[in-house]
């Protein structure tokens, strides 16, 4: 599951993405490679492993995992957009 927040228009909104396929979201493509969680007896955490991509010429991008408690630790640089996992279900 992932959070993502068009910063120009200053709304939010939650998508489920199943792993292995995509969705698009105004002009990004979200691609979930990998989602994955921590097991019961450590602190509930998820991390997911994305494929972003802007269709603007550029734009940037990002590929990597990003972390649902510690999403500064890598995140998407846009202008415009911002990508949080919320939980793998």
Not at 42 to 70: K, V
Request: with cysteine.
């Amino acid at each position: 599951m992932l959070e993502v927040l068009d910063k120009i228009n200053a709304v939010s909104r939650d998508y489920t993405v199943p792993v292995g396929q995509s969705i698009e979201v105004g002009s990004l493509t979200i691609a979930v490679q990998s989602c994955q969680t921590r097991p019961p007896d450590q602190p509930a955490d998820a991390a997911a492993l994305l494929d972003i991509t802007d269709r603007h010429a550029g734009e940037p991008g990002f590929r990597g995992w990003m972390l649902a408690q510690e999403p500064w630790v890598a995140m998407l640089q846009s202008p415009v957009y911002d990508v949080r996992v919320i939980q793998c279900q």
